[in-house]
């Protein structure tokens, strides 16, 4: 192995919290740092997903850090290659090119307790010596293919939607899609626009509600310039947001609110009453990701599509075999089957006594507010376990987090230490707490990627978001041991 080289923190992903991250650090005044990223080019989960039709359903002044805002947003809900081309721009005026190493993959992690360092080896034998360790990977990077028998028997192109093929001819093809998501619903009305037969193979209805999207004019770019106006338009998203997050509280007004909403939406897209039963949910609004597009039932009942809702049986070369005894003949096959979140941080991290992440995170993952691990000091998690809403903006969780690691590098050069790691007992009764709050939530009321095999709730954050931001940037460290 080539000798490691020094580092004072070294950052896993070039995705969003990873951008964030590298821009918290230059605007400390802290320049000793290096991004690594397995893909070739910046983005995470927006240079993954490149699916056609992929946008973000969060309003863009939202999906803007507080820090940079961008006059350039063509709508309200940007497309993935707009978000791209945002984060390039980022990267482009704060310098980080520099930082950035693409194209290059952490083989393992492992905290030195004489040293109290990371060393962290690539894949082509190099590696760093770091101080801390930030594993900004996103909860949403591992794509989960369908545990469907025969599923790479099929003769055909067979592709996750997190690994597009944009060369794909799709145009008078016939296209199978397992899944009714966020990114199915985004996809598909995309690809009957190609010109493509969809097949749509749904095995949970989800809810849908309208999408308030509009262009941005020439109007919002001359208010863009009054100065506080970004700002205020940024707060207003941020507390509505909030305001909806109340439809998530079972049995109360807000909730029957949502419901009315999104039934009303369902009438208005689908005249059929039979496939209006089809598509309505077996469970309260809320506990999966609720889908906002104003395309995608209309789509299901368009004649493009068909809908087949009976369990799928097993994948052959020709098609898809469902429970009814049909065959359904396919020339593509797309899985939007979602992400393993469970098993998200696949990198092979070592702590305190030898002990691996993986065996630590034998029951799902946890951490103390999504950010630290007892027995692994110096890793700073961005949004890990239960930092998710299905509410707002993942960058308002994400920017608490970066200060949060701002302010443990000083704490560490404060008291003149070399790490700090959450006691185990801390982060044992922040989860309780979670855990409980969780409990009786709408979150644990149905099957989603928010919750591990085990059933318990690995992603959501129970709380409204200044919760979370208020109370990660009051933590004393007084529940942190420092070497
Ligand atoms: P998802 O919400 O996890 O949906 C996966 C779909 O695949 C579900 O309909 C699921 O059915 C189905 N599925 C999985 N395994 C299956 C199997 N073996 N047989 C049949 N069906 C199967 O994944 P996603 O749509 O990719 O979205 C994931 C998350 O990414 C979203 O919730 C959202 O947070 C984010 N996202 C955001 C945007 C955006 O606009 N910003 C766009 C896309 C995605 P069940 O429901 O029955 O499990």
Redesign the pocket.
Known sequence: MNPLTRVDVLILGAGMSGLAMATGLLRAGRRDFVVVEQSTGLGG?WWD?RYPG?????PAPLYSFSFAPNPRWSRR?ASAAEILAYQQQLAREHGLQAHLQLGRRVVEARFDEARGRWQIVLDDGSGFDARAFVCSTGP?SVP?W???EGLHSFAGPCLH??RWDARLPLAGRRVGV?????????LVPELVRQGAQLTV????P?WVLPKLDRRYGTIDRLLYRVPGWNRAVRLTWAAGSELFRRGFEPGSGAQRRLLALAALHLRRQVADATLRERLRPPYPIGC??II?SNEWLRTLASPAVALVSE??ERVTPEGVATADGRTHALDVLV?????DVEHALATPIVGRAGQPLQQAWRDGPEAHFGSSVAGFPNLFLMLGPNT?T?HTSTLLFIEPQVDFVLRSLAELERRGLAWLDVRPGVQDSFNTELQARLANSVWMQ????YRAASGRNVAIWPGYTPEFRRRLAALDFSGYEFG
């Open positions: 989960t997903n992929a946008a973000v359903d969060v809900f949403l989960r369908p545990a469907i939607t997190a397992i899944g009714t998501g966020s990114t199915a619903a985004q193979f749904q095995r949970t989800n999966k990701r906002f369990a799928l899985c939007a089957t979602g992400f998710a299905g149905c099957r989603s990627w």
